[in-house]
């Protein structure tokens, strides 16, 4: 099937037992599980993300993507739910219990959690959510606070079970874009050294009015002063964390942090949280969505 992963990791097909599926169809990517009730019996990948989808077109990709596994319910979030997805998801405004709200695909046995947003200061986030709600699912007295880190990194408090607030940052992007598309294109490599990102984060935190300056200073050292790409990739990592940590702080001070995220990005955030003194925990991100997904299957019922 084009554009797809058909390897099914594990037994699938509709003589498996499987009852349900799961999706977090984003931007770029769909990922598929095929469940039966909150455990794992397949799952599959593809590229085929909203961003490459007209409306229409959505439902044909659904199903050729989950070829084999049986007539189920879908129970799915991300960027598929929204303006510019298969339908118009509306956001739910914080402060908002946990547990997914969730909308049906006309004519179809599709489910799709709504987002979030805040009103003021203005925000929004698709996808996280459920992801903060299977953080509630397992720890429903969690006081303290997420974060989401990735293209677009997210804050949230997280308190009796509810939502209360969140703060988003385009701190992944603005990597990808001085990284691969700036002046700093030239001098930035792929490697990690810890004690330049270590350095990078404190003197990020202690003088943030120096970012801009500090940026260029990156290029200026690897023309005059043999910086090692490797070094400047982290020193970069590390001065882009900081000033997102600067900004988070109302989040992360005197609170436990939970990090939801890819390892190796989550890790990043970890070490320069704790150079802080932050008591932090890294959350797997596939098992806080498929438990946010249940949830919201849960929720569903015998409407499916």
Request: hydrophobic content about 45%.
């Amino acid at each position: 099937m084009s554009g797809t992963d058909r390897q099914d990791k594990g037994e699938a097909g509709g003589g498996t037992g499987a009852d349900w599926i799961a999706a977090d169809w984003g931007t770029t990517n769909l990922r598929l599980w095929a469940m039966r009730g909150g455990g794992v019996v397949a799952r599959r990948a593809s590229g085929r993300g909203m961003s490459g989808l007209a409306a229409d077109e959505f439902a044909t990709v659904l199903a050729e993507a989950t070829q084999g596994w049986g007539d189920l319910p879908v129970v799915a979030c991300g960027m598929v739910g929204a303006r510019q997805g298969w339908i118009d998801a509306p956001y739910a405004a914080v402060p908002v219990r946990g547990q997914p709200r969730m909308i049906r695909v006309p004519g179809q046995r599709v489910w799709i959690a709504c987002g979030l947003s805040q009103a003021s200061p203005p925000d929004v986030m698709r996808g996280e959510e459920t992801q903060l709600a299977g953080l509630l699912a397992a720890r429903p007295d969690f006081d303290g606070c997420a974060c989401l880190p990735g293209t677009h990194s997210k804050w949230a408090r997280l308190s009796a079970g509810e939502i209360c607030s969140f703060q988003s940052f385009m701190t992944g992007e603005i990597y990808a874009l001085l990284a691969r598309q700036s002046v700093l294109r030239h001098g930035i490599g792929e490697a990690r050294d810890d004690a330049a990102f270590d350095e990078a984060v404190a003197d990020a935190l202690s003088q943030p009015h120096r970012a801009y300056a500090r940026l260029f200073q990156l290029r200026a050292a690897s023309l005059i002063a043999d910086l090692a790409p490797d070094s400047a990739a982290s020193r970069l990592s590390g001065m882009l964390i900081g000033w997102e940590l600067a900004g988070a702080k109302p989040y992360w001070l005197g609170h436990e942090v939970v990090i939801i995220g890819a390892p190796a990005l989550s890790g990043l955030y970890a070490r320069a949280l704790r150079q802080q003194g932050v008591t932090c925990l890294l959350a797997d991100a596939e098992a806080t969505t498929l438990a946010g997904l249940h949830l919201a299957r849960l929720q569903i019922g015998e409407t499916a």
